[in-house]
Each structure stands twice: as structure tokens, then as C-alpha cells.
């Protein structure tokens, strides 16, 4: 990809705002923006709750839309916690598919950084894995989507610095931030990453240091997002999973081809195995364990 300089502010870029609590069914959206009531998040009792915001592609002139439904969302009771994101979409219009090299080179460099700027939270760092070298190099063998599939529970392909979006939506995703519906906090992360990106597409060299990063790039050195801990039983569940997961790998292959097991959940019946197969559908079964081994009780349909 050829250099090319875009003034950052005139990229289009849109943002995932993910929260829990509130009435998201009941929220008036400004035209185009879409309350994606499918997209739950867990709240502090375990419970799935709260929705996923975000807007169509707009520009930074256009970022007092933000804070008008962050002030509607809040109104009815919604808020940020450990288990939420914020996701940044960045356009990449001006450069086009010719960017992905340098973008998974740019990955390879800074995500640490950005990582590191963005104080990730523990609980968020599953749902933001890094691209590899391995990637990099499988993507310039042999360019496409594939390549930047990254296995690994719980979200697969969704890299921290995600360029499988290019594929779907024409943008690329960065995940690192911690939810948030606080404005400033919301738009000054918006900010990062648009610059970010309008530096890699100029073919700038930056610093591998977060702070030094900022800098260069004349974005906010701080404001952003702070992380929350999880809660004991969230953590305690995870582990769970991690020594389960092995376990239930071949039973999950088994029933779906190529599957990977994304989450497991506790059920009175036996245990919940959401598992996604190569496509990205996932099927939830239901499993027991018997004293002949585990027993696949059925295919769950929510």
C-alpha cells in the first residue's frame, strides 16, 4: 500500500457501546442508530442484561450524537461494568484492502500499547487476543479472511486489533477499550483510534511505549476508560471453564464439525456448551455427566 495522508477527523468511524441495566427496548434512537437488543451482557448477578449500542458511520463532526444517547441511555438506568466493551470502527475507505498488510504489521508493533494505554481490564482481555505473527505471515502467503481467524474461546476471530471487520463491514475494530458511557471518556477513545489509524495509512513510525505513543499521535495521554474487576464468582467460573474446555473439546467436535467450545454455563439439568462451528453459527447443547462419561442430552433452541 502506497502512503497516503487522510486527516483523521474526516475518517468515518463508528463505536459498539455495550452496557447493562436499563431499557434498552424503550430508548428513542436518532435516525440510523441501531439498539442491537440480541447483543446481551452480564451484569453483576450473572444475569444476562443491558443491550449493544452503536450508530452508523458517522464522522468526528458528527460526535455530539454520542453524547445525546449516552444521556439517553443513562436516563433509563443503564451503565458500564466489568463485563462491557467499547469497540471502535474505523473506516478504511481512503487506502481499501491494500491496508490490511500494513495494518497487521502496525498490530504486530503497537497493540501491546494500545493495550497498555487503554488499561484493559482482566475480564475484557479474552474478548481482545493478539494478532500473531503466524497470521501476518499466512496472511501475505495467502491474503484473505481466513487468515485472520484466530482460534480461541470465547470470541474467535476477534482479534484486539481486529481486521476480519474489513471483510464484513469495510473497517477495521479495536476492542481494547473497557465500557464505558461516559462522554468524555467514550469520545476521547474514539479519538485514539482514529488517529491511530490515519497514522498507519500516512505509513508513520511510532513509538512501541503507550504514553510516548500518545504523544505522536497527539491523542489524549489519559481519560479513558478505566477497568473494573470482575467479581469472585465470575473469575471462579472461568477457571472452571479452562479445566472443563479440554475436557468436552472431543464430545463438542463431535456433535458439531469443527467446533469450538466459546462458553460453558451450569444448567440444573447439566451443563450448557455454546459451541460455534466454522461458519460462526453456534449451537448450545446440553450435557450430563453419566458414570459411563458425558451424555449429550440435546440441541437447545432459545
Not at 455495550?18 to 435516525?31: D, I, Q
Not at 511510532?206 to 478505566?226: C, K, M, N, T, W
Amino acid at each position: 500500500m502506497m502512503p497516503l495522508w487522510k486527516d483523521w477527523k474526516e475518517l468515518r468511524f463508528g463505536v459498539e457501546i455495550e452496557f447493562v441495566g436499563g431499557s434498552p427496548e424503550r430508548v428513542e434512537l436518532l435516525p440510523g442508530w441501531i439498539m442491537s437488543l440480541d447483543e446481551r451482557q452480564i451484569d453483576d448477578t450473572g444475569a444476562e442484561s443491558g443491550s449493544e449500542l452503536k450508530p452508523p458511520p458517522i464522522r468526528w463532526a458528527d460526535r455530539e450524537q454520542i453524547r445525546e444517547m449516552l444521556k439517553r441511555l443513562q436516563a433509563t438506568g443503564a451503565r458500564a461494568n466489568w463485563n462491557c466493551g467499547l469497540h471502535v470502527h474505523v473506516g478504511l475507505e481512503p487506502w481499501g484492502q491494500d491496508a490490511l498488510p500494513r495494518l497487521l504489521e502496525a498490530a504486530l508493533l503497537y497493540q501491546d500499547a494500545l493495550k497498555n494505554l487503554l488499561h484493559t481490564g482482566d475480564a475484557r482481555l479474552p474478548f481482545c487476543p493478539p494478532v500473531t505473527r503466524e497470521m501476518y505471515d499466512q496472511f501475505m502467503s495467502d491474503p484473505g479472511e481466513a487468515a485472520l481467524h484466530r482460534k480461541g474461546r470465547p470470541q474467535s476471530h476477534r482479534c484486539g486489533i481486529n481486521l476480519a471487520a474489513w471483510y464484513d463491514i469495510g473497517t477495521v475494530e479495536i476492542r481494547y477499550a473497557n465500557g464505558s458511557l461516559d462522554y468524555d471518556e467514550v469520545i476521547n477513545t474514539v479519538e485514539l483510534c482514529l488517529r491511530f489509524v490515519a497514522a498507519i495509512g500516512a505509513g508513520r513510525r511510532l513509538s512501541s511505549d503507550p504514553r510516548r505513543l500518545a504523544i505522536e499521535l497527539g491523542a489524549p495521554v489519559g481519560g479513558y476508560p478505566p477497568p473494573t474487576p470482575a467479581p469472585q464468582w465470575y473469575r471462579e467460573r472461568i477457571w472452571l471453564e479452562d479445566a472443563l474446555v479440554p475436557i468436552l473439546a472431543p464430545l463438542a467436535r463431535s456433535l458439531v464439525p469443527d467446533g469450538e467450545i466459546l462458553y460453558v454455563l451450569p444448567r440444573p439439568e447439566g451443563l450448557l456448551v455454546a459451541i460455534e462451528d466454522g461458519e460462526g453459527q453456534l449451537f448450545k447443547h446440553l450435557l450430563r455427566m453419566t458414570s459411563a462419561g458425558w451424555e449429550a442430552l440435546g440441541l437447545l433452541q432459545e
